[in-house]
């Protein structure tokens, strides 16, 4: 089963600007994690943002949460070449402690 | 992340055989887990394991077993492979907590790409 759905599938950007993506998930979650993958590499965890939190930062990233809508975004700012990975959400099921996973978004950045 | 350490890191076998994939951690974290990736549907738990003794069935269980044999290592073996199970497999580890938000952070190693033919 698939809980976290990103959106969109793929993003392509100039150095520079600003990346946002979005996750959308379908039942009640604990907390909120978001995971970055360079290709060939195994994933990176970014931030755990809790459900009684609404935004958290780290560095350049900033994650807001929507409990009421169910849905979370990703925020880079200023992106750069090294961004350039795939961005994978992950939610829990309260029942088992497991984390489901989003299809991740593709983040492209041109220089 | 050099902690986790998965072997082998690309394998390519015949349909039929057994394969081992080993994940070994130093992390000292007390979870560990098999997840496999395959493109456009993210990641999908096959086992976890939150102590030695203490296996667990994921999402995707049937055609795989795992072995726990020590807390620092998690192995997942494929005990007839088919083509189907061709996909990037990864481990991850994770430390528990005792509270009622128990998801902690998970550490991946840089996967096993295995091909069946």
């Known amino acids: 089963s698939q809980q976290g759905e990103e959106d969109p599938q793929a993003l392509s950007i100039q150095e520079g600007e600003n990346a946002t993506m979005n996750c959308s998930y379908k039942?009640?979650?604990?907390?909120l994690q978001w995971y970055r993958q360079n290709s060939g590499r195994g994933l990176v965890h970014l931030i755990l943002?809790?459900?009684n939190e609404r935004e958290k930062h780290s560095g350049r990233l900033r994650v807001t949460l929507d409990t009421s809508k169910k849905s979370s975004s990703l925020l880079i700012t200023a992106s750069r070449a090294a961004d350039t990975a795939s961005y994978f959400c992950a939610t829990d099921e309260d029942s088992n402690y497991q984390l489901i996973w989003g299809a991740g978004t593709k983040l492209i950045i041109k220089p | 992340d050099a902690d986790v350490t998965q072997t082998p890191r690309n394998r390519i076998t015949k349909t039929g055989k057994r394969i081992m994939l080993e994940c070994s951690q130093t992390k000292g974290h007390d979870r560990m887990y098999w997840y496999r990736q395959d493109p456009g549907l993210g990641l999908r738990l096959i086992y976890y394991s939150f102590d030695v003794k203490d296996i667990n069935k994921g999402e995707i269980s049937d055609g795989y077993s795992v072995s726990r044999q020590a807390q620092a290592k998690f192995s997942l073996s494929l005990e007839s492979a088919i083509p189907n199970q061709t996909a990037l497999y990864f481990c991850?580890?994770?430390?528990?907590?005792?509270?009622?938000?128990?998801?902690?952070?998970?550490?991946f190693g840089d996967g096993t790409r295995l091909s069946i033919l």
């Open positions: 039942t009640s979650i604990n907390n």
């Open positions: 991850a580890t994770s430390h528990s907590r005792d509270s009622l938000e128990d998801n902690q952070p998970q550490h």
């Open positions: 943002i809790r459900s």
